[in-house]
């Protein structure tokens, strides 16, 4: 019988082996009855340490994040026949109908204490699919080509970060690593804001595509997003409001439910360097031409008198400047008018003298 959880086997954890019986039938409940009546929603205690928001996805997925989001989950990926794998930090593997043959790969470096950073399942669906670790790469049946440029970047010594297929099939795919990136087939409009997201120095976590079309792509300190739904897109920008990164976006093959998680804050969106490599430099493929409309973008937020404003990090950067040179001209107006007042005191002693 195929070892990936099946209806009757409800999940499975590497770390603690099968869940018994009862703890199964208890996820069941709660994943089955409890969670249909409420909409797929992340709830964390208001100081917890992550955050999550679902919608349409299976209840039965939704149950589990509920139980396991404490312990950060570094890869969610969904297969276009609707399984759906589950792998978190402390090493547990939770999965649905997943090719046997990528369960077995998963639990093997797991169990070799292998931190898995991503997996992925090209549209074709089948036994194809491919896995990212701190430690290795591995892929079964994806293009050629995409097989090739990983093994190039892990050769080169380059940290794959997420691969990723969007849903047009073929020799279509996105690779990305921690200071470069491939796109094969993705178009320009993609490529061109990732290209100028490192050229700004900004760490990308991510490069997710909906079913339907369109793409996100996540960073330390925000994202941008172009042709998802506007609940997904109005919860990114929630999320990325309240401060937090997002870690992992995934999207149900075949339809258009989502999935989002965050497990760190957001980072301070860095200063470009001048004198680092252009982004026409360091990243492959060939350029296109900026679109005309611009994207969705997260943005931080800011406080003022109590209520929450929304203001870019160019704008709080803008500010900061002025106000530095505010404090500036207050600091030589002072100066002045102690150097005037100190003159006058001086002649006002002499005549008195």
Same mark, same amino acid.
């Given at each position: 019988?195929?070892?990936?959880?099946?209806?009757?086997?409800?999940?499975?954890?590497?770390?603690?082996?099968?869940?018994?019986?009862?703890?199964?039938?208890?996820?069941?409940?709660?994943?089955?009855?409890?969670?249909?009546?409420? #909409?797929?929603?992340?709830?964390? $205690?208001?100081?917890? #340490?992550?955050? +999550?928001?679902?919608?349409?996805? #299976?209840?039965?997925? @939704?149950?589990?994040?509920?139980?396991? $989001?404490?312990?950060? =989950?570094?890869?969610?990926?969904?297969?276009?026949?609707?399984?759906?794998?589950?792998?978190?930090?402390?090493?547990?593997?939770?999965?649905?109908?997943? #090719?046997?043959?990528?369960?077995?790969?998963?639990?093997?470096?797991?169990?070799?204490?292998?931190?898995?950073?991503?997996?992925?399942?090209?549209?074709?669906?089948?036994?194809?699919?491919?896995?990212?670790?701190?430690?290795? =790469?591995?892929?079964?049946?994806?293009?050629?080509?995409?097989?090739?440029?990983?093994?190039? +970047?892990?050769?080169?010594?380059?940290?794959?970060? @997420?691969?990723?297929?969007?849903?047009?099939?073929?020799?279509?795919?996105?690779?990305?690593?921690?200071?470069? *990136?491939?796109?094969?087939?993705?178009?320009?409009?993609?490529?061109?804001?990732?290209?100028?997201?490192?050229?700004?120095?900004?760490?990308?976590?991510?490069?997710?595509?909906?079913?339907?079309?369109?793409?996100?792509?996540?960073?330390?300190?925000?994202?941008?997003?172009?042709?998802?739904?506007?609940?997904?897109?109005?919860?990114?920008?929630?999320?990325?409001?309240?401060?937090?990164?997002?870690?992992?976006?995934? *999207?149900?093959?075949?339809?258009?439910?989502?999935?989002?998680?965050?497990?760190?804050?957001?980072?301070?969106?860095?200063?470009?360097?001048?004198?680092?490599?252009?982004?026409?430099?360091?990243?492959?493929?060939?350029?296109?031409?900026?679109?005309?409309?611009?994207?969705?973008?997260?943005?931080?937020?800011?406080?003022?008198? &109590?209520?929450?404003?929304?203001?870019?990090?160019?704008?709080?950067?803008?500010?900061?400047?002025?106000? &530095?040179?505010? $404090?500036?001209?207050?600091?030589?107006?002072?100066? =002045?008018?102690?150097?005037?007042?100190?003159?006058?005191?001086?002649?006002?002693?002499?005549?008195?003298?």
């Amino acid at each position: 019988m195929n070892d990936s959880v099946r209806a009757d086997r409800l999940v499975e954890t590497l770390g603690a082996g099968r869940l018994s019986m009862r703890r199964r039938h208890m996820l069941s409940l709660v994943g089955m009855a409890g969670v249909a009546a409420l #909409p797929k929603i992340g709830v964390s $205690a208001p100081n917890a #340490p992550f955050d +999550f928001f679902n919608r349409r996805i #299976p209840d039965e997925l @939704h149950a589990l994040m509920g139980r396991v $989001a404490h312990q950060g =989950i570094t890869t969610l990926a969904f297969t276009p026949s609707g399984g759906w794998v589950l792998v978190t930090q402390d090493g547990d593997l939770f999965s649905r109908d997943i #090719p046997q043959e990528c369960e077995q790969k998963l639990r093997q470096w797991l169990g070799l204490g292998y931190r898995i950073n991503c997996v992925a399942f090209p549209p074709a669906g089948g036994n194809s699919w491919a896995i990212v670790a701190d430690r290795d =790469i591995y892929a079964r049946n994806i293009p050629d080509e995409c097989w090739q440029r990983m093994r190039s +970047f892990w050769d080169a010594g380059k940290t794959m970060v @997420h691969l990723s297929f969007p849903p047009s099939g073929g020799n279509s795919w996105f690779i990305l690593t921690d200071s470069d *990136f491939y796109s094969r087939n993705c178009g320009s409009e993609l490529y061109e804001q990732v290209k100028r997201y490192l050229s700004e120095g900004r760490k990308l976590l991510q490069v997710a595509f909906p079913w339907h079309g369109g793409w996100v792509v996540t960073a330390a300190d925000g994202f941008v997003a172009s042709g998802v739904t506007s609940d997904c897109d109005e919860k990114m920008r929630e999320l990325t409001g309240k401060g937090w990164q997002l870690n992992n976006v995934a *999207f149900v093959a075949g339809g258009d439910g989502w999935s989002l998680y965050c497990r760190a804050r957001l980072a301070p969106r860095p200063t470009p360097d001048p004198m680092s490599p252009s982004t026409e430099d360091r990243a492959s493929g060939k350029a296109a031409a900026v679109p005309k409309e611009q994207p969705s973008e997260g943005t931080l937020p800011t406080v003022d008198a &109590g209520k929450e404003s929304w203001m870019s990090p160019e704008g709080l950067t803008a500010a900061a400047t002025l106000l &530095g040179a505010v $404090a500036a001209l207050v600091g030589t107006v002072g100066s =002045i008018w102690l150097a005037r007042r100190s003159r006058r005191r001086g002649e006002s002693q002499a005549a008195d003298s």
